[in-house]
Nanobody, 121 residues
């Protein structure tokens, strides 16, 4: 069974920084694109940043220049460094990954349980 476990959320003042981490564990043959999504109260879940297995990245326009996604393939882990945070970044942040559990299996899409990020003074 595959699990994605996020960590690093919390409360931070506007202009501050947080670093989120997501570790994949369990039955894993290979991992493709991984990413971070977020969902604010009353809003739909939205893409924040993605990173391929070859470490190509893509970002939501509003976080470009402030957020950086990175990946450690040896540890099946991704990170999201968030700087210059604003109240508009407040949301539950979810890790997402496309994982092939076995060499003969299909690629499945997995989600973490989410971690709360609150930006407030």
């Amino acid at each position: 069974q595959v699990r994605l476990v996020e960590s690093g959320g919390g409360l931070v003042q506007p202009g501050g920084s947080l670093r989120l981490s997501c570790a994949a564990s369990g039955r894993i043959f290979s991992i493709g694109t991984m990413g971070w999504y977020r969902q604010a109260p009353g809003k739909q879940r939205e893409l924040v940043a993605t990173i391929t297995s070859g470490t190509s990245t893509d970002y939501k326009d509003s976080v470009k220049g402030r957020f950086t996604i990175s990946r450690d393939n040896a540890r099946n882990t991704i990170h999201l460094q968030m700087n210059s945070l604003t109240p508009e970044d407040t949301a539950v942040y979810y890790c997402n990954a496309f994982i092939r559990p076995d060499s003969g299996s299909y690629v499945n899409n997995y989600w973490g349980q989410g971690t709360q990020v609150t930006v407030s003074s």
